[in-house]
């Protein structure tokens, strides 16, 4: 009788895009909480992401949704600071500057500016990391928890564009209030928070890519695993 065949299995690469990615995500995931802003300063660059557990009726699906699985897990924006001149190379030095904390801080403005928002319903975790993986744990993690607010306008500090022709971002347009920001039409609030429906329904689909659902699989196991911290 023939022996069967055995079966070819991949060894596993640590050093995978996708894998150093995991390991970040879940890095960010197991800091702790913060009061935004947080209310100590610190220096460096890196990743954060924010939690909304207001009572809002638009967001109402992704506080059940968040709440299901222990709290402040889902994020409703992710983002990132990086150092002055990025852009021109990468440097093994440690950034010196208040980036990520200023960044933060930045949101936390545009939420106590806006009409139907308070800082103090939300939180924020963040993860001081090296240049070289900023913009891959950025990527990875807006792939596994699709938020909502990311592609919204709330993190365009920028003037130009669409504000130049006086046209309201999508989250201007559901949250009015910001300095400077052009006031949405009802036909644009009505789209921005059709935009918030469908993100926060495609949370239950499952991604095409079967490499992206593996890591969001992976990145959604280990966040079940740290405590919740309310209790």
Not at 71 to 88: D, F, L, Q, S, T
Not at 139 to 156: D, K, Y
Request: net charge neutral.
């Amino acid at each position: 009788m023939m022996p069967e065949k055995a079966e070819s299995v991949l060894p596993f690469d640590p050093l995978a895009v996708e894998n150093i990615g995991v390991t970040l995500a879940v890095e960010l995931l197991e800091q702790p909480l913060h009061d935004l802003p947080p209310s100590q300063k610190f220096r460096g660059a890196g990743i954060y992401a924010l939690y909304y557990g207001g009572d809002l009726e638009a967001y109402a699906p992704l506080r059940d949704l968040d709440r299901a699985e222990g709290g402040w897990r889902i994020p409703v924006y992710i983002g990132k600071a990086v150092r002055e001149n990025a852009k021109k190379g990468f440097t093994a030095r440690p950034v010196m500057e208040n980036k990520l904390f200023n960044r933060i801080r930045a949101h936390a403005k545009s939420i106590m500016a806006a009409e139907n928002l308070d800082a103090r319903d939300f939180r924020c975790r963040y993860l001081v990391l090296n240049d070289a993986y900023i913009g891959l744990a950025e990527s990875v993690l807006i792939a596994a928890f699709r938020p909502a607010w990311n592609g919204m306008g709330l993190g365009s500090n920028v003037t130009g564009g669409i504000r130049m022709e006086g046209k309201a971002s999508a989250w201007d347009s559901l949250h009015p209030g910001r300095k400077g920001r052009p006031a949405g039409t009802a036909e644009s609030t009505a789209a921005a928070a059709k935009y918030i429906a469908d993100a926060i329904a495609a949370l239950h689909e499952e991604p095409e890519d079967e490499r992206t659902a593996r890591m969001i699989e992976k990145i959604r196991r280990r966040s079940l695993q740290v405590p919740s911290p309310e209790s």
